[in-house]
């Protein structure tokens, strides 16, 4: 295509398509990805309460808590089983903590045989580093504003 | 009690994602950048701390927790330190997770072959 | 004269029948417990083939289907004259790094998952301007060299959309001949690349039918033939979606091909190997072809063939910058004489 814009033809195959194309079973996938979500957050809670238990604040207990699921993340991600969860759970394994450290074991464990400086070190954070880039740039940016907002409030 | 809200809460926010995936275009990498930043704005808010409240696990497990892990950190730090706090909160409450993830992500990559 | 083997705008008509003279395919092992398992020649249950990467596998597994065709045939690597092969990872290293162990001279194409048909019609071409004698086309593809090339690292937890297609893991080969008989080729109807405006790389199937609705309706314009001429016409991988939606164009355009026509993608699994819309890749059609089809020439099932691969043109950078898919589709027709 020499210009962006569709012509007829392009606009009408579009129709075409969306016509035939099978839809996702949208409400058997919500399905699963609230069941293994709810799961995976119920152990959570489970290790969450086990760490309280140890005299921690839950404030105190979430760090530990997160290292935990993520180890469980990683290595279920080595061992092969968290890609075959996935392709049932859909967001359900994608969403939890432990979906963040599949994001990063998948990559780093595929590309090994590319280095370990430019494939285990650099792929890791394929899908974990834009996560990071946005979650700091926007609490940076809430940051500010709380800061702004409570100057403000000082000199009233 | 607690467990069942944590499965309540952390299962809501899952199928939240679960019909973003399936009735747009996101990838899950999207998914993941997006609730993370939602997380972060919620808590700025003053809204996701109600949610951990309410489901402990459930609102601190999916990745929107991790945002507002951040941004928690970030306020506790502003409340100490002024202006230094908004770069110096950030790993605060979000480091040992962080460390954690690469350190085991590392040594998985290491001991593991991906099966394909 | 020039030109006076072209017929009509986008065919080419052999001056003889050039024959088939072997085949050969080495598959994964998923494709080997499909349905056409048991027609290929070797299925390898390892996806690294005794290799130390996905990539080296592919390429040993090119050269494996090269010296089980040749074997065939008690043919040597001096006795080809040409070699053309592709694949779909970038700079062709499968194909380029199986020629590097093959004393043959060699083109590397790239027409994504049409690299087999395009190197079937560049060897007619090549035998019939008597430029050869016996010329050796291959393509392959792997289910995990493609993923993680053109999607996400094979680990990754994620959910395949139902218009995702499963990469094949195999490796086709053939040799054809300069004169003689058998399973022939006889004509080619090269193909144009074809942009409908789609973008979803989760949905090649849409992406490539108007490529292949577009040769097959140019090949019947220039010869004159319509569907029932063939036994069987076969595309390469359009998959369950992108089967029904180019059989439904040909209708309107008036070729009824609810008869005799078949998708390679969509007869090598079956539904509940989980493959969502079928298989694809450039080893789909090329090892269907070399597996199930050339078989069932020889054995007469048989007689007519139209064989259509069909590529999708895109890259992981073209995806990210919102391109829509180019495809293309070449047609070989290959007759039992």
Redesign the interface.
């Known amino acids: 295509m020499a210009t962006k814009e569709k012509t007829i033809d392009q606009e009408q195959y579009k129709w075409r398509v969306q016509r035939k194309k099978p839809k996702p079973a949208v409400l058997r996938n919500t399905i699963m990805a609230f069941l293994v979500g709810g799961l995976i957050c119920t152990l959570g809670q489970g290790v969450l309460v086990f760490f309280q238990s140890l005299g921690m604040s839950m404030k105190e207990a979430a760090g530990p808590t997160a290292s935990v699921m993520v180890f469980l993340g990683a290595f279920l991600t080595g061992l092969g089983v968290y890609d075959d969860i996935g392709k049932v759970a859909g967001a359900g394994s994608v969403v939890p903590i432990t979906g963040f450290a599949n994001s990063m074991v998948s990559p780093a464990m595929e590309f090994k045989r590319e280095g370990f400086v430019t494939g285990v070190g650099a792929r890791m954070f394929q899908v974990a580093g834009p996560v990071l880039v946005y979650s700091t740039v926007t609490s940076i940016v809430i940051g500010i504003v709380y800061w702004l907002t409570r100057l403000w409030e000082a000199r009233l | 009690m607690q467990y069942l809200m944590a499965f309540l809460v952390g299962g809501a926010i899952c199928a939240v994602g679960q019909l973003l995936m399936d009735l747009t275009s996101l990838t899950s990498a999207h998914i993941l950048v997006l609730f993370v930043s939602v997380g972060a704005v919620l808590s700025g808010l003053g809204i996701y701390e109600q949610l951990v409240e309410l489901g402990g696990a459930g609102a601190t497990i999916p990745l929107t927790g991790f945002g507002h892990a951040i941004v928690s950190g970030v306020f506790e730090e502003i409340e100490a330190k002024g202006a230094v706090g908004i770069l110096s909160g950030v790993f605060k409450n979000t480091s040992m997770g962080l460390a954690a993830a690469v350190f085991f992500g590392f040594v998985m990559s290491i001991l593991f072959n991906p099966k394909g | 004269m020039t030109g006076s083997k072209k017929l009509g705008k986008q065919t080419y008509v052999f001056s003889r029948p050039l024959p088939i003279l072997s085949t050969a395919s080495v598959v994964g092992r998923k494709e080997g417990e499909g349905p056409l398992g048991e027609y290929f020649d070797e299925v390898i249950t390892d ?1 690294l083939f005794g290799e ?3 990539e080296k596998a592919e390429s040993k597994m090119v050269r494996e289907a090269v010296d089980i065709a040749l074997g065939k045939i008690n043919a040597s690597y001096g006795d080809l004259d040409f070699m053309f092969g592709g694949d779909l990872l970038n700079q062709l290293i499968a194909s380029n790094f199986a020629a590097r162990d093959l004393p043959v001279p060699f083109y590397g194409l790239f027409g994504a998952c049409s690299t087999f048909t395009a190197a079937l019609s560049l060897a007619g071409i090549a035998l019939d301007g008597d430029f050869a004698d016996k010329v050796l086309v291959t393509s392959s593809s792997h ?2 060299t493609a993923e ?1 090339q053109f999607r ?12 995702a297609q499963w990469t094949v893991t195999g490796a086709g080969a053939a040799i054809i001949g300069s004169s003689g008989s058998g399973a022939c080729l006889t004509c080619a109807t090269v193909g144009r690349v074809v ?4 973008t ?1 790389a989760n ?1 090649m199937g ?1 992406a490539m039918a ?1 490529a292949a609705t577009e040769t097959i309706k140019q090949h019947f314009e220039d010869t004159g033939r319509t569907p029932d001429y063939y036994d069987v016409i076969a595309t390469g991988d359009l998959g ?2 992108g089967k ?2 180019a059989e ?2 040909l209708s309107e355009l008036g070729y009824d091909m609810s008869k005799n026509y078949t998708d390679c993608g969509v007869i090598i699994f079956t539904p509940d190997q ?1 493959v969502h ?1 079928g298989g694809s890749g450039c080893g789909c059609s090329a090892t269907v072809f070399a597996g199930y089809f050339y078989s069932s020439l020889l054995n007469g099932d048989y007689h007519k063939l139209l064989l259509v691969s069909t590529g999708a043109l895109l890259s992981p950078t073209s995806t990210q910058q919102g391109e ?1 898919i180019p495809c293309i589709a070449h047609a070989v027709a290959i007759e039992k004489v």
């Open positions: 996806p130390k990467s996905w289910y995990q993680r996400f690292p094979t680990e990754l937890g994620v959910q395949r959309k139902p218009t942009d409908m405006g789609i979803d949905d849409s108007p369950c979606l029904a939606l439904e164009m989980d819309a829509s």
